[in-house]
């Protein structure tokens, strides 16, 4: 019993705090749904995550779901942000701008979070040295035309050439598939 109590004493002093912030309609039965947004200023909730149907529109957010409950899949690179261009509550799905300025159509059920995300000077960093470049994983990228017959088939020859023949061979990857000139690599398309 009396842990009974405590916990309801514990509730009653969270729902008078609760009332104290966010005003006495927060609670009220007439009142369908909770939704702080409308009720505190959205610069005060940056890094909060939460639905897209409680954001107003104009928010700026970033870490946005695809599908309910997946997780965090768009707009996550350093600096970016997208922006709500639908209004939320009037339909289930809302409208988004996304950073490459490409408007997507988003479940009102996915969570994202509000903000942008840090560090906006990613892109304008110099590397010092080609180490730097090492550091970071990239390997380096040499021309097939600089290696040997063995390891490219645009290799050998004399001087610059990539040619075999007379009439030229067109660009290919280093297993022999070309690589320009329209050629298909991906799965054919079924037709209608």
Known sequence: MLICRSTMAFLYRARAVSSALFGKRAFSS???????????????????CMPISMMRI?????????????????????GTFAKILKEPSASKMVLIELPSKEQKLIDVQCRATIGQVSNTEHKARKL?????????????????VAMNPVDHPHGGG?????????????SVTPWGKPTKSGYKTGPLKRRK
Not at 30 to 48: E, H, W
């Open 158 to 170: 004399e001087g610059k050439s990539k040619s075999s023949g007379c009439r030229g061979r067109t």
């Open 30 to 48: 007439s009142s369908n749904a909770y939704n702080p947004t409308f009720s505190l200023d959205i610069s005060s909730q940056v890094g909060s």
């Open 128 to 144: 010092r040295k080609a180490g730097h470049s090492r550091w970071l994983g990239r390997r380096p990228v040499v021309r097939g």
């Open 58 to 78: 104009g928010t700026i957010i970033h870490n946005i779901e695809v599908n309910p409950g997946q997780g965090g899949k768009l707009v996550r690179a350093a």
